[in-house]
């Protein structure tokens, strides 16, 4: 997923979604969507992914906790756009913008990502 307004051009294999004002990400267990994609206003516990700071611009959905889904195992696992300050995440991982467009272009379904 990413910001058309602030990635332009960019190349994958993997199918792309625009990131929109009305998209967020379900990490409410008590809800059937769980770990999904959903569109707000959402009434349970979401992530917002359109946001004022750049870390959501580029986001490659991890395909954890997603076949199947169990509750409470974690949800918006993500790789996306570290902070200038490489701070830690909330349980994603996260690389500098440059980077992560220049690896893009190399992921396919089929790329497994070891994280240690």
Do not use: Q
């Not at 750049?54 to 889904?69: A, E, R």
């Amino acid at each position: 997923m990413y910001r058309a307004d602030r990635v332009k051009n960019i190349f994958t294999y993997i199918r792309k979604k625009k990131i929109k004002k009305n998209l967020g990400w379900c990490d409410d267990p008590t809800s059937s969507l769980y770990n999904k994609l959903v569109f707000l206003p959402f009434k349970k516990n979401h992530e917002k992914l359109y946001l004022k700071k750049n870390i959501y611009d580029l986001i490659l959905v991890l395909n954890f906790n997603s076949n199947p889904v169990v509750k409470n195992k974690g949800s918006a696992i993500f790789l996306h756009v570290s902070t200038k300050k490489l701070s830690p995440t909330k349980g994603c991982v996260s690389i500098k913008k440059k980077d992560l467009i220049r690896i893009l272009p190399f992921i396919t379904k089929k790329t497994k990502f070891i994280i240690s």
